[in-house]
């Protein structure tokens, strides 16, 4: 089982409307991420906080809002998306620092569907 | 720029076979090299990684190999397994910067037959 856990696992929302991915992660790692995937390709980089900064933004549109309230949450905010955006997105969080490895730990995803 | 080449894009092997996957990068700078499967509807799962100072490393039936003058390295699957079917990223990083984000390869889909 995944030590990151994501919510909701599938969302479908309406162009108009505003939600939220969430993402929480209890392994103490204070770097968090945001990807994004669509079918068959691999990830990609959105968002990266370190110790609840923003860090990199991988020039994502500004209908997708970053949000890490504290150092084991990480959200993601919705408003005004494009069907074009429906994909699935990962949380993934890593420990940051230091000589450590950089291996990231996903969540199994939110599944978005824009209508 | 695509850092990270991966092929081949899929892989079809028989129960029992070696299934081999190969990637090769161009950022020397790159320390550290994971290779992450991931199941349909699932989030990606490190499976094992190595550094530019070994050549090869071992975990169970997984195997990397690892050629750091040809900026190349593998992922090998003795024995596979139909539960092994999945898609496999290999993956590339500088971990000595502020940028800890994976460069990740196009994929690889492998199916195992039984």
């Known amino acids: 089982d995944t030590e990151v856990t994501q919510t909701p696992k599938h969302l479908v929302m309406g162009m108009t409307n505003k939600k939220s991915l969430k993402c929480e992660q209890h392994m103490g790692h204070r770097a968090m991420y945001w990807y994004k995937q669509k079918a068959k390709k691999p990830p990609e980089l959105m968002f990266v906080?370190?110790?609840?900064?923003?860090?990199i933004n991988e020039s994502v549109p500004s209908r997708f809002s970053p949000e890490c309230p504290n150092s084991s949450l990480l959200n993601l905010h919705l408003h005004a998306l494009q069907p074009e955006d429906s994909a699935l997105y990962l949380c993934a969080s890593s420990q940051e620092g230091g000589s450590g490895t950089g291996e990231l730990f996903f969540g199994e995803g939110s599944r978005l569907t824009v209508l | 720029q695509q850092q990270v080449k991966q092929s081949p894009q899929s892989l079809i092997v028989q129960k029992g076979g070696i299934s081999i996957i190969n990637c090769a990068y161009e950022n020397t700078a790159f320390d550290y090299f994971p290779w992450y499967q991931q199941f349909p509807g699932k989030g990606p799962a490190l499976l094992i990684a190595i550094r530019p100072d070994v050549s090869e490393k071992k975990e169970g039936r997984f195997t990397i190999s690892f050629n750091k003058s040809a900026k190349q390295f593998s992922l090998h699957i003795m024995d596979s397994q139909p539960g092994d079917s999945a898609t496999y990223f290999c993956a590339a990083i500088r971990s000595n910067t502020g940028r800890r984000a994976l460069t990740f390869g196009s994929g690889t889909r492998l199916q195992v037959q039984p």
């Open positions: 906080y370190s110790y609840e900064k923003l860090s």
